[in-house]
């Protein structure tokens, strides 16, 4: 019965063993998938700032090109306004000199 009492602890400290071993297994295997999923999200968060810079860069190169055009749209309009002001100011004074 002794014989039998210490072969099964014997048994059962050996399964623990398996046991324990299984476990650090798995573990490792869970914390290699954890470190790569850290690099992964690391990687595309990185991406995203990247592509946000890029964006913002983007947007504020159209946003000057557009207001350049604006800007260069809008003298013309007043090259123009002011021409043809300089024409109504010629036609009125011709008129007011041969009155």
Not at 9 to 35: G, H
Not at 66 to 84: A, C, F, P, S, Y
Request: aromatic share 6%.
């Amino acid at each position: 019965m002794y014989h039998n009492y210490i072969s099964a602890r014997i048994n059962e400290r050996a399964d623990n063993t398996k046991l324990v071993k299984k476990i650090a297994a798995e573990k490792s295997k869970i914390e290699k998938k954890y470190n790569t999923l850290v690099e992964v999200k690391k990687m595309l968060d990185d991406d995203e700032k990247r592509a946000m810079k890029e964006n913002l860069a983007q947007t504020k190169n159209n946003t000057s090109t557009v207001e350049k055009e604006l800007g260069e749209t809008k003298r013309k309009q007043l090259k123009d306004e002011i021409h043809m002001l300089k024409q109504v100011q010629k036609t009125r004074s011709y008129q007011y000199t041969n009155v």
